[in-house]
C-alpha cells in the first residue's frame, strides 16, 4: 500500500496532479480542496494516497491534508459510494461542511452531492452518523478568526457535554435555541436557555 508520495509537482489540474518521484511519475486524483492547496509546478510537494485497486486498474487518489483523506475512506466505507463519488463530494463540500451535513443529518445537502441521490445520502447518514464528530467541525469553522457564531455553539455544547449530556443531544440542544434566538452573543447564554429548555 503506499501512504504518500514526496516529489516535484510536475503538472496540474482540478482533477488530476502528476509528480515526479526520482524520476517515475505518478498519476493521482485529485479534489478541488487538494487542488487549491497545491504549490506551483515545478515545486516540491507531498501528498497523501489512497491506492484503490480494481480487477482492471490501479488507481491513486492524492490528499493534501490528513482529516480530507480519513473523509474520503469514510465515505467509501458507505454501500454505493466509489471514490469518484466521494472525491466529487470533497470536491463539492468541504470536509468540516460535510462533517456538519453528516451529523446534522441534513440530507437534502448532501443529495446535493453529484451522483449521490436520495436513498444514499440516507444510507451515507446512517452509516457515518457516528464516525464523525460535530465539534471537529465546529473547530474547523472556527479556526483562524472564522465564524464566531460557531465558536459560541461549539463552547455551548462542548458545556452540555460536560454536564453530563450525550454529543448528539448537546449538539441538538444548543443548535434549536440558537436558531430560535440568532441574536444570542455568547456561549453562557446559549448554555442557560439550553438548560432551560430542557
Known amino acids: 500500500m503506499i ?19 526520482q524520476g517515475v511519475g505518478y498519476e493521482l486524483f485529485i479534489s478541488l480542496s487538494t487542488y487549491d492547496r497545491l504549490p506551483a509546478t515545478g515545486s516540491p510537494c507531498l501528498l497523501l494516497t489512497y491506492h484503490h485497486i480494481r480487477e482492471d486498474a490501479q488507481i491513486l487518489f492524492g490528499f493534501m491534508q490528513t482529516e480530507e483523506k480519513q473523509m474520503f475512506e469514510r465515505l467509501i466505507s458507505v454501500n454505493g459510494i466509489g471514490p469518484k463519488i466521494a472525491l466529487s463530494a470533497l470536491s463539492g463540500m468541504t470536509v468540516s461542511e460535510l462533517t456538519s451535513a453528516i451529523a446534522e443529518g441534513n440530507i437534502k445537502r448532501i443529495s446535493g452531492i453529484h451522483g449521490i441521490g436520495k436513498k444514499t445520502a440516507e444510507r451515507l447518514i446512517v452509516e457515518l452518523r457516528d464516525k464523525v464528530n460535530p465539534l471537529e467541525a465546529l473547530a474547523a469553522a472556527t479556526a483562524g478568526g472564522g465564524d464566531p457564531k460557531a465558536a459560541i455553539l461549539r463552547d455551548a455544547i462542548l458545556a452540555l457535554t460536560q454536564l453530563g449530556f450525550q454529543q448528539d443531544t448537546a449538539h441538538k440542544m444548543a443548535q434549536a435555541v440558537f436558531t430560535a434566538n440568532p441574536d444570542i452573543q455568547d456561549a453562557e447564554t446559549l448554555l442557560r436557555k439550553s438548560l432551560s429548555s430542557k
Open 3 to 21: 501512504a504518500f508520495l514526496n516529489g516535484i509537482l510536475s503538472e496540474k489540474s482540478p482533477s488530476v496532479a502528476w509528480l515526479d518521484v
